[in-house]
């Protein structure tokens, strides 16, 4: 795991543990856990997770926004998507290298009932319809997160 993964792992769980107000309190808690950073890194990791300030009775404080964050994934794995190929009866999807997993991964997250899961390789992710039947659906599914401007990617993942 990156040294960047690890820190935004970590910042999403203290977002979600505890009350952050402010970007030097977050910046201290993660002093004492050993990930020193700046503000302007704090600042690009909120960005990239989707963190917004929201007003509470108890004052302001950092939540992630689920909203966001699906949308910034969304946009990410359109780029991903090189081609979608299908038969009667199974998807495939070639991606940049070393990027499958996480396409499969977001597919699976979709919970889409047209598919039953998929196999992420290296650049290849297999996707197994529920049916004949749906395999067209699923291609168009794909095609869209490949084309469809990114403010609008995020109907997908929810």
Known sequence: MSVKLKR????KE??????????EDMIKILGKEDIHITQATLSRDFAELGVIRTF?????RYVLNQYESGKQIARLIG?????????ESMVV???LAGRAQGVAHYIDRL???EIIGTVGGDDTVLIIPNSQENVDKV????????????????????
């Open 111 to 113: 919970n889409k009932q």
């Open 139 to 158: 291609v168009s599914l794909i095609k869209d997160m490949m084309m469809m401007p990114p403010h609008f990617k995020n109907k997908h993942y929810q």
């Open 8 to 11: 935004q792992n970590k910042i």
């Open 79 to 87: 780029f991903e998507i090189l081609s979608v190929e299908h038969n």
């Open 14 to 23: 203290i977002l979600n543990n505890k009350f952050i107000s402010n970007h």
């Open 56 to 60: 509470t009775d108890a004052g302001t």
């Open 93 to 95: 999807i070639r991606t």
